[in-house]
C-alpha cells in the first residue's frame, strides 16, 4: 500500500528510487523486521517487492505512453538510464524497447 502510494504521488521524481529504510521509517519498523516479515508473508523481501513494482509501473509507462526508456528510468527514480535497462532486462529477460516493440 505505502509502495504504490509512493509511486502515484509520484514521490520517485523528487525522491529517487524507494529503499527498504524509506519504508521501515515509515512504517516505524526496523529493516530487518520489515523484511523478514514480508518474506514470511509473500516469499518475497522488501526489496524484491520494490523491484517489483518498479518493473510493474515500467511496463504499464512502456505500453501507455511514448515516453523513452531513458524518461521512463528517470520518472522512475533512476539516476542512470542504464541502471534502469539493466534492471528491467534482469527482470524481465527483455530491455525496455524489447518490451515495447514485442506489444506491436
Do not use: C, W
Request: charged content about 20%.
Amino acid at each position: 500500500m505505502i509502495l504504490n502510494k509512493y509511486y502515484e504521488e509520484n514521490e520517485s521524481m523528487q525522491k529517487g528510487i524507494p529503499t527498504v529504510g524509506y519504508f521501515s521509517a515509515q512504517l516505524n519498523v526496523s529493516y530487518g523486521y520489515l523484511s523478514d516479515l514480508l518474506r514470511n508473508m509473500t516469499g518475497m523481501n522488501t526489496q524484491q517487492h520494490i523491484h517489483a513494482k518498479l518493473i510493474e509501473v515500467a511496463k504499464q509507462k512502456l505500453s501507455t505512453s511514448e515516453l523513452t526508456a531513458a524518461e521512463i528510468a528517470y520518472e522512475l527514480g533512476f539516476e542512470y538510464p542504464q541502471s534502469f535497462n539493466k534492471l528491467f532486462k534482469n527482470k524481465t529477460g527483455l530491455t525496455p524497447l524489447q518490451f515495447r516493440e514485442q506489444l506491436n
